[in-house]
């Protein structure tokens, strides 16, 4: 296992998040051999397998208890798993509710409703973590687009963030689709909550069920997918990003590496995600080679957000290997790869692949949708596409804001709506971030609610990374940028637009 083993602290938020949840620790119970009451199968039982400690703690009567806590400001989810099938499994004060919803509103989970039990869910959090002795991360799950999701959980981020300063915090977060929607202001709470948690999160896995639901019908073939089904997938790419920290592996890549490979500068922390192989449980003779589940992994098929990474560039790429896979199979796989032309990384980061192997092969749920293997990969990439799904959010936000639709709703709940304003700015400026990362790796500068340009052109060995609070910028000698007709965002590409001379000059 890596050397980081410790009590991992996850953190389901909202209904989104508790309904991950209950598929995560099913899939968790399984790989551990862990019964639904919370002992272990006897069959399982091994002295010197200690992996479990990574996401359980145990009792001296060999009772195991998830290291995880589960939040909703109304109580009718976390109600199913108090009366359902693993009502034993989980310490009931770890299980916390309000006593009416956040109302699909990011001002009610916020402000008011959420600053109601957010003394109650640090002390819970507190205990969880003093039980550890040692704490590598906190995970949460959420949903952008709720009222929980969104507005309680940038509030436990924020506290987060003050009293555990030097513990990642990794998000997986359900971002609003493109043609699927639950509530019509999904883009006013996707928006603040990402505007407002920019620099309380290290890396945020970006997930969409528009592109999950497509894979349950496409891969699964099942016509109605149900949350069950997608969070099925979902759980098998948490299981992989937590099993270097829980399984031996060699090279294997732990939750400190991932966050070093894939974040190139602190507000560019936005990986997509995909995985294969992805098929029908009933499907026989398949095979499930080194080489087709790498090449499959990059297709649209299997990728878990609606947006093409054919049409962006990639700035890193971490494949994350599961079961009886060998390591000169992994490298002919990545050679045919960089032959690729649909695959392209920016030009300043031209080796951004990052390859993990855990022995540990995948496990899937008995009578479950999806086929059993004896080798899986995850891809983690921070691809440049991944501005397209702002800019699609930042449209519908704009249509609502212009006419000030459903404002009221936020103001009444103690909002400004000069706080929309900087949100808006705030996202506009990601945008250019990840634009920017096609010329040379500039990056912005942003201090308290004040968004400035700061461009630097960036040297291959000069300058240096710095970040403060409130601060993310790019420190070193400004360096004369490319004429317009030479820079060119990675090989093979057409020479791109001219870009205004005054982006590359050096502001204050």
């Not at 009718?76 to 956040?102: H, M």
């Not at 500068?445 to 968004?451: D, P």
Request: include cysteine; glycine fraction near 8%.
């Amino acid at each position: 296992m890596s050397s980081s083993d410790g009590g991992i602290v996850t953190i389901f938020v909202g209904q989104a998040g508790v309904q991950m949840g209950n598929a995560c620790w099913e899939l968790f119970c399984l790989e551990h051999g862990i019964r639904p009451d919370g002992f272990m199968a006897g069959d399982y039982y091994n002295d010197d397998d200690n992996s479990y400690k990574t996401l359980f703690s145990s009792s001296p009567s060999g009772k195991f208890t998830p290291r995880s806590v589960m939040i909703d400001l109304e109580p009718s989810v976390i109600n199913q798993i108090r009366t359902g099938t693993y009502q034993y499994l989980f310490d009931p004060l770890l299980l916390i509710t309000g006593k009416e919803n956040a109302a699909n509103n990011f001002a009610r989970g916020y402000y008011t409703l959420g600053q109601e039990i957010i003394d109650l869910v640090l002390e819970r959090i507190q205990r969880v973590c003093e039980a550890s002795s040692n704490l590598p991360a906190f995970i949460i799950f959420r949903s952008l687009g709720g009222g929980t999701g969104s507005g309680f959980a940038t509030l436990l981020l924020e506290q987060l963030s003050n009293d555990y300063k030097k513990v990642p915090k990794f998000d997986f977060s359900i971002y609003p689709a493109s043609n699927i929607s639950t509530t019509i202001v999904e883009p006013y709470n996707a928006i603040l909550t990402t505007h407002y948690v920019m620099d309380y999160e290290d890396c945020c896995f970006i997930l969409d069920n528009e592109a999950l639901y497509d894979i349950c019908a496409r891969r699964l073939g099942i016509e109605r997918p149900t949350y069950l089904n997608i969070n099925r997938i979902k759980a098998q790419v948490v299981s992989a990003v937590t099993a270097s920290s829980r399984f031996e592996g060699a090279p294997n890549v732990g939750l400190d590496i991932l966050q070093t490979a894939l974040v190139p500068y602190p507000r560019i922390h936005f990986p997509s995600v995909a995985y294969s192989p992805i098929t029908k449980a009933k499907t026989f003779n398949v095979n499930v080679t080194v080489s087709r589940i790498t090449h499959e992994s990059f297709e649209p098929t299997n990728q878990m957000i609606k947006c093409d990474l054919k049409n962006g560039a990639y700035m890193s790429c971490c494949l994350l290997y599961r079961g009886n896979v060998a390591l000169n199979e992994v490298n002919k796989a990545i050679d045919m790869l960089k032959g690729r032309k649909s695959i392209r990384f920016v030009n300043w980061s031209p080796t951004g692949f990052k390859i993990g192997i855990n022995y540990q092969a995948p496990t899937t749920v008995p009578d479950g949708e999806m086929r059993a293997t004896d080798r899986s990969v995850t891809m983690l990439c921070n691809n440049t596409v991944i501005q397209t799904t702002w800019k699609r959010l930042l449209r519908k936000y704009k249509l609502m804001y212009r006419k000030k639709a459903f404002l009221h709703h936020y103001i009444g709940e103690g909002m400004e709506e000069s706080q929309f304003n900087e949100a808006q700015e705030n996202i506009q400026t990601l945008v250019q971030d990840y634009n920017e990362m096609l010329i040379g790796g500039a990056v912005s500068y942003v201090a308290g609610k004040q968004a400035a340009r700061t461009v630097y052109w960036r040297a291959t060995n000069s300058g240096r990374l710095l970040k403060t609070a409130k601060t993310c910028m790019f420190q070193g000698p400004p360096k004369p940028a490319p004429s317009s007709t030479s820079a060119r965002a990675f090989p093979g590409q057409s020479v791109i637009d001219v870009l205004p001379k005054a982006i590359f000059k050096q502001s204050g």
